[in-house]
Nanobody, 126 residues
């Protein structure tokens, strides 16, 4: 079983940068992909980006492409979400999620991910 824990959220101004971290523990050898999602009150959880654990390939939602970067450091069992040029609409609770499924589709679907962190709040003010 895999466990994930996010950290690094906070209050920033529009245009600033922030990096979130996700510590991965447990059976990390089973991890195939690690995703980042976000959620605001009353809305469904939204896909942000994903990284393939072994190859490092990434995929992003259109809303963050060019501003956010997902990376991982396998030796530390950590995944990162670097967020640049933040906008107020990026305000949300951000979640890290792990998947052991080896499917090459469906990365943006929450059902794909078996383990989720508790979330970390990111607030962007004008």
């Amino acid at each position: 079983q895999v466990q994930v824990t996010e950290s690094g959220g906070g209050l920033v101004r529009a245009g600033d940068s922030l990096r979130l971290s996700c510590a991965v523990s447990g059976r990390t050898e089973d991890v195939f992909s690690m995703g980042w999602f976000r959620q605001t009150p009353g809305k469904e959880r939204e896909f942000v980006g994903v990284i393939a654990w072994n190859t490092g390939m990434t995929y992003y939602s259109d809303s963050v492409k060019g501003r956010f970067t997902v990376s991982r450091e396998k030796a530390k069992s950590e995944v990162y979400l670097q967020m640049d040029k933040l906008k107020d609409e990026d305000t949300a609770v951000y979640y890290c999620a792990g998947s052991t499924l080896t499917l090459l589709t469906g990365f943006a679907e929450t059902d794909r991910y078996e383990c989720w962190g508790q979330g970390t709040q990111v607030t962007v003010s004008e």
